[in-house]
């Protein structure tokens, strides 16, 4: 049973994944999806975020790319490649992004034509969460599934966020305590055979946990950057934090040099080994001012 607290993520706001071409995938998240550059840390010479004092490295390139309300980062790899899912559909983790149910089939067919492997079209949902969807590969090999979103586009973008995530646990009843604990998500659905739970937040996005008999390479690999970012308010951050210390969960400052003045957030591992962050910035305020572009096939 999860428990109880006063205080709630109350959206999955960002995420950073792995990529050992960042060009190509640059052009397939802005040419197929219609995202929007507006961040290319590692860039330039002077650039005060090279250098992480939690890993005594200095980053390698990446990018950031606006999605409607949510955004998405990648970096390029140099410790181990990343691990691609057999098939679309097979992989945690895997994320899931909402699309304008009007531009749903031609955002569909566009990704087959890049070409990226692509499933069928499917309306059952997950552990009782109807939807329609269809799940496919980025030019890398990370696992994505595409949503259906009735609530059409959001300023102009056609993916207009991060609708849910799918992610893998050996203790479904731990990994859910956790969730509970130390970012307030409640269970809001389960399949009949218990294989599944569906995690819920405020905003309406989801956090499906799997049980599987052996965590995957793709979920444990120590992938520079990749995380998963919720935001919550200013009183309910310092209330999860509270959780977090009084249990002695080790936090890791993997940002320092990116934080701004006055901003809190917190990094820590969930129980399968995927870093979590939980923060009181959201995507729209740090994409504020930056401008966005995007290439041009010629």
């Not at 389960?190 to 405020?202: H, I, K, Q, S, Y």
């Not at 993997?254 to 003045?261: D, E, K």
Request: glycine share 10%; net charge negative.
């Amino acid at each position: 049973m999860t428990t109880q607290v006063s205080a709630s993520v109350q959206h999955f706001d960002h995420s950073v994944l792995p990529c050992m071409d960042l060009f190509k995938e640059e052009r397939f998240y802005t040419e197929v999806l219609g995202g929007a550059m507006f961040l290319k840390p590692g860039m330039t010479h002077h650039d005060p975020s090279g250098f992480s004092e939690a890993t005594g490295k200095t980053h390698p390139p990446g990018t950031f790319i606006k999605f409607g309300r949510h955004h998405l980062g990648f970096f390029l790899q140099y410790e181990v490649p990343v691990y691609p899912a057999a098939e679309p559909g097979s992989g945690y983790p895997c994320w899931g992004l909402w699309v304008a149910e009007d531009d749903f089939d031609d955002v569909v067919q566009a990704a087959r034509d890049f070409p990226v492997p692509v499933g069928e079209v499917r309306t059952e949902g997950h552990a009782g969460i109807p939807m329609r969807s269809v799940f496919l590969l980025d030019p890398d090999g990370n696992s994505l599934e595409l949503v259906s979103d009735p609530r059409g586009r959001y300023d102009d973008y056609k993916v207009t966020g991060i609708s849910h995530m799918h992610t893998e646990a050996v203790d479904l009843a731990a990994t859910s305590e956790f969730y509970g604990r130390y970012l307030g998500l409640e269970a809001v659905g389960a399949d009949e055979e218990a294989e599944v739970v569906a995690l819920g937040m405020p905003s309406g996005q989801h956090l499906f946990v799997h049980r599987v008999d052996e965590v995957s390479p793709a979920t444990v690999g120590p992938y520079f950057g990749r995380h998963c970012a919720y935001y919550v308010e200013a009183d309910a951050y310092h209330v999860l934090e509270g959780h977090l210390n009084d249990d002695k969960v080790e936090q890791i400052d993997m940002v320092p040099g990116l934080r701004r003045p006055g901003e809190l957030d917190t990094y820590f591992f969930d129980p399968s080994g995927l870093y979590i962050q939980i923060k009181d910035m959201d995507s729209l305020t740090m994409a504020k001012g930056w401008p966005r572009y995007r290439y041009v096939t010629v």
